[in-house]
Nanobody
Framework: QVQFVESGGGLVQSGGSLKLSCAAS????????MNWYRQFPGKQRELVAG???????NYANSVSGRFTISRDNAKSTAYLQMNNLKPEDTAVYYC???????????WGQGTQVTVSS
């Protein structure tokens, strides 16, 4: 059964950058549609970015032009490069694979991103 572990979060000043990693265990990573989500306190998770098996990516309007999703199938890892971070990007970030609009695996612990003004 596939599992995902997020890392790379931290505290950064407004305008700074972070690169998140999502390491997958189990087989079949290369065929998965991978998504990054974030969750604000008291809110539901929201989709931030996604990347298909062939590398096609899509982004939420709020991060388009600032965030870049990528994947390394040889390492079974997905990434989220976040540039020009804003205080409103402060959230816990999660990754998961998409299975017909639903998360494939149980949610991991996520990684906290805090952007100070």
């Amino acid at each position: 059964q596939v599992q995902f572990v997020e890392s790379g979060g931290g505290l950064v000043q407004s305008g700074g950058s972070l690169k998140l990693s999502c390491a997958a265990s189990g087989r079949g990573f290369s065929i998965l549609v991978m998504n990054w989500y974030r969750q604000f306190p008291g809110k539901q998770r929201e989709l931030v970015a996604g990347i298909t098996a062939d590398g096609t990516s899509n982004y939420a309007n709020s991060v388009s032009g600032r965030f870049t999703i990528s994947r390394d199938n040889a390492k079974s890892t997905a990434y989220l490069q976040m540039n020009n971070l804003k205080p409103e990007d402060t959230a816990v970030y999660y990754c998961n694979a998409d299975r017909r609009g639903l998360p494939l695996a149980a949610w991991g612990q996520g990684t906290q991103v805090t952007v100070s003004s």
